[in-house]
């Protein structure tokens, strides 16, 4: 790149960083629960399973500069969740209540909310004879409406930002190509998806398949686009290690579709301690909190305490008791300080209306 094209690039990201506007996020009594199928045979009666509810009317807010980590077990509506928030569709099957709203105004009302906001799913698809650099420049010019100076000043910007300089003319690679290694995969993943400069980025599961310093390293550029560059970040993960929860700065830990935390990543040890469920000073808080969710760990209990096998449980009590302990935990959260409030507003947030142009 020459010095013009150098100079540019750099006025570009100083108009970038000025004119970027901080986005709220908010979501109010977010309810989503399947709706019975109609049978397709007339001929015979078909009984047809009752609704079930992922999402419990759940309400919160995440503000610009924040990352806000979603933790649940497998089922527990995490994925669904971020979906919803994202603006990606869902199952038909599924029936959708509540509002979300950005900086106060209603998302459905926008018709350019994708335009400021990217979705990095769990598994990328990168062209695997393409390097990172071809793949960040074939996104760039595919997505942005900028001369070609721009372009390859914003390619140059996230090759940067996501440490990729050493690996950026190397192939993406697959089962039968050698190219990069997961973590730089995954984070030309997520520059694929950010190089249109989105303020708002959901990811779902960016760890997946990647071990646990490469994982550190993937949420840790993360993380600096949240704090660094003011973006509101959202991520749901299944297990981070212990490196990976301090770098949190909000947590929300999802159950039976219902939320039993969501505040401070910092506070939640000792908010489930002052619960009765204080977590081993040498364990992971991620892997207790899993632990605590999980039905499994309720069945184990039943099946030591009895000295019986799996066939010999009752299923109704372990529901039960598995339920009246999500209530707890929900009954707990709602009634703390710690309760997020969805009405708080950052104060950098300026409201935005229908004729306002696109961000």
Known sequence: MDVGAKIIGEGLDEIRKSAKQSLQLTWIDIHIHTEPVKPKCACREVKQAPPK??????????????????????????????????GREISQNLKREGAIMVNGFDKDQMPNFSSYSAYVQQD???????????????????????SEEEKMSRVNHMIK?????????????????????????????????????????????????LDSFTATSVME?????ARKEGRTVISTIHQPNTDIFDMFDRLVLLARGKIIYFSFASKAVDFFA??????????????????????????????????IGES???????????????????TSYMASDLACDPKVVHPDVKPINAQSEAI
């Open 221 to 225: 550029s993360l993380g600096d686009l």
């Open 312 to 330: 010999g449980l009752d299923p109704v009590a372990i529901d039960k008791e598995y339920d009246d302990l999500i209530e707890f935990f929900y």
């Open 53 to 86: 509810t992922i999402i419990d009317h759940v309400s919160g807010t995440v503000q610009p500069g924040q990352f806000l980590a979603i933790i649940g077990a497998s089922g527990a509506g995490k994925t669904t969740l971020l979906n919803f928030l994202s």
């Open 274 to 307: 002052d619960k009765g469920y204080a977590c081993p000073d040498t364990s992971n808080p991620c892997d207790y909190f899993m632990s605590m969710m999980s039905k499994e760990s309720i069945e184990l209990e039943h099946a030591d305490q009895n000295g």
């Open 161 to 209: 930002t996501l440490k990729l300089t050493k690996c950026q003319n190397t192939r993406i690679g697959g089962p039968l190509v050698k190219g990069v290694s997961g973590g730089e995969r995954k984070r030309t993943s997520i520059g694929v998806e950010l190089i249109t400069d989105p303020n708002l980025v959901f990811l779902d599961e960016p760890t997946t398949g």
């Open 124 to 146: 990328d698809i990168l062209f695997q004879t393409m390097t990172v650099r071809e793949c960040l420049t074939f996104a760039a010019r595919l997505k942005l409406e900028a």
